[in-house]
């Protein structure tokens, strides 16, 4: 079977004019398109243009300008030379280990090096991987101005510097110390400039540091109510190594009939896929690398209501027409508000009975604020059910299987055995004690752990945890009679 064209490929990463070995690396990752913010940042940068980015965390804005960088010092090949050549400043530790991480990613197969230096970290290990020379420097602002008093980071030859996070660096009292830091740059750098909101002191930094820059926002005008779905919206807000965790307890909880999960990557989906599948759901993967013969498969499957679940990617899951979904997971924030919605759409077409549900990490926060803004509805922020929750609702289950039990009839040979049992205890009793029995079944392999909402330490990118808890002796599968038992 020769493979289709993917509806939408990385390929429209090439379109944006980055070079091909990046796209490859994006390809490698498992992204199947531009973010909205990556789509109009990547070529104004690309241009030499300045640029000021309204983009918050989870909207890709990390590649959005760490690709461009790559892109710019590729062509010109390593230096070597021990002056670094861009420099992203950013809030934190944990971001400066994020950036630069994504940005070792990004830079796979070309020759260029990162480094990033932080507070809290040994000073001697950051000079020597400095004399080194890099050419690419994430820093906070305070361990860059150390290095720079010490005359260990040289950015005489700075061709970028990208102020990430910019109005959470304000927050944290870094204004002058960023002044400082721009002070020891060339005049003729490109600078970028990303915030959360632009509010007005944003604009001052930018007015004193960027020259006639560009501005690319993915807030957009608010939509008509008329367009959205009548769709009951939470999110639990859920650190990155408990995700696959909470993602089983939802599941557990909202027992979903047909369920769209949607994730970033064709890896992520691959992954999932398979993780969910070994405790038990009917899961397939729909992404962009496969073929139409299987994507067609999965469809038939989904369609026809033999798999529950569909771990899907934005790309594959557009133009389906799918009229059955009673929950939208967002495995992750999406990447802007607008692909939220898009989303959001695929459930509550019949009757608005759909279930959007998000897990957003702790800093993703405003994310969901913003698609307040934009749809003018409430996402109710809950706490992940607890094991308590989890089994209320479970007796709830069995109560309803039960009476359905009831209402379908065909129980009569057992009659005998109620029927001796009234003879020595009070029939009442008899049916609770049945029900305690089908109830207790239900329980085991019930999750004893508390999910925390942010971890001890936010792992950083890649330190993300793949599997679920412990597998429960197989619980009953869908169709089964009986109420649904845990998976995870
Ligand atoms: P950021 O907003 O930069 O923190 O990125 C959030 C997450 O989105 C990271 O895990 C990235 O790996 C991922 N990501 C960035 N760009 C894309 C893309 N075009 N397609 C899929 N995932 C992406």
Do not use: W
């Not at 309204?54 to 230096?79: N, V």
């Not at 003729?188 to 960027?210: E, K, M, N, W």
């Not at 957009?220 to 939470?234: A, C, D, F, M």
């Not at 970033?264 to 070994?278: F, G, M, S, Y």
């Amino acid at each position: 079977m020769k493979e289709q064209p993917p509806t939408g490929d990385a390929e429209g990463f090439g379109a944006l004019g980055l070079q091909p070995s990046l796209v490859a690396a994006v390809t490698a990752l498992g992204y199947e398109e531009p973010t909205p913010i990556q789509r109009e940042a990547i070529p104004l940068l690309l241009e030499g243009r300045d640029l000021v980015g309204q983009a918050g965390t989870g909207t890709g804005k990390t590649a959005a300008f760490t690709l461009p960088i790559l892109d710019r010092l590729a062509r010109a090949g390593s230096t070597k030379t021990r002056a670094a050549r861009a420099l992203v400043l950013v809030p934190t530790r944990e971001l400066a280990m994020q950036v630069a991480e994504a940005t070792h990613k990004y830079a796979r197969g070309s020759r260029l090096t990162v480094v990033p230096l932080y507070g809290g970290a040994p000073m001697d290990q950051q000079i020597r991987a400095l004399s080194r020379g890099a050419d690419i420097i994430v820093a906070t602002p305070g361990r860059a101005l150390d290095h720079l008093r010490r005359r260990t980071l040289d950015l005489g030859a700075l061709e970028v510097l990208v102020l990430d996070e910019a109005d959470e660096m304000l927050d944290m009292g870094f204004a002058e110390d960023i002044d400082a830091i721009v002070a020891a740059t060339p005049r003729t750098r490109q600078t970028a400039l990303f915030a959360a909101t632009l509010a007005p002191r944003i604009a001052a930094i930018a007015g004193r540091h960027l020259r006639n820059p560009a501005r690319v926002t993915i807030a957009r005008e608010k939509l008509s109510t008329g367009k959205l779905p009548r769709v009951r919206q939470v999110a639990y807000l859920v650190a990155r190594p408990h995700k696959n965790a909470a993602l089983g307890r939802v599941l557990d909880f909202e027992g979903p009939k047909s369920a769209i999960v949607f994730c970033r990557t064709r890896i992520e989906v691959d992954e999932l896929t398979e993780i969910l599948r070994a405790h038990g759901y009917g899961a397939q993967a729909l992404h962009g690398g496969m073929v139409q013969k299987q994507r067609d498969r999965v469809m038939q499957l989904f369609r026809s209501e033999k798999a529950e679940i569909l771990v899907a990617t934005d790309v594959a899951a557009r133009g389906l027409d799918i009229r059955h979904v009673s929950h939208v997971i967002n495995y992750d924030v999406p990447t802007s508000p607008e692909v939220y919605v898009h989303r959001i759409g695929r459930t509550g077409r019949i009757g608005g009975e759909g279930v959007a549900i998000t897990l957003a990490g702790p800093r993703e926060h405003r994310f969901l604020r913003s698609v307040e803004g934009l749809t003018r509805q409430k996402i109710e922020i809950l706490n992940l059910p607890s094991v308590d929750d989890l089994r209320a609702r479970r007796l709830e289950a069995t109560r309803e299987a039960v009476r359905a039990q009831l209402e379908a009839g065909g129980f009569e040979q057992l009659r005998g055995v109620v029927e001796s049992l009234v003879q020595d205890f009070d029939a009442l009793d008899v049916a609770a004690a049945a029900i305690h029995l089908v109830h207790e079944a239900s329980e085991k392999g019930l999750p004893q752990e508390a999910i925390p909402a942010r971890a001890a330490s936010e792992a950083p990118v890649e330190g993300r945890q793949r599997t679920f808890g412990p597998r429960p002796s197989g619980g009953p599968r869908r169709g089964q009679s009986g109420p649904p038992r845990p998976r995870y």
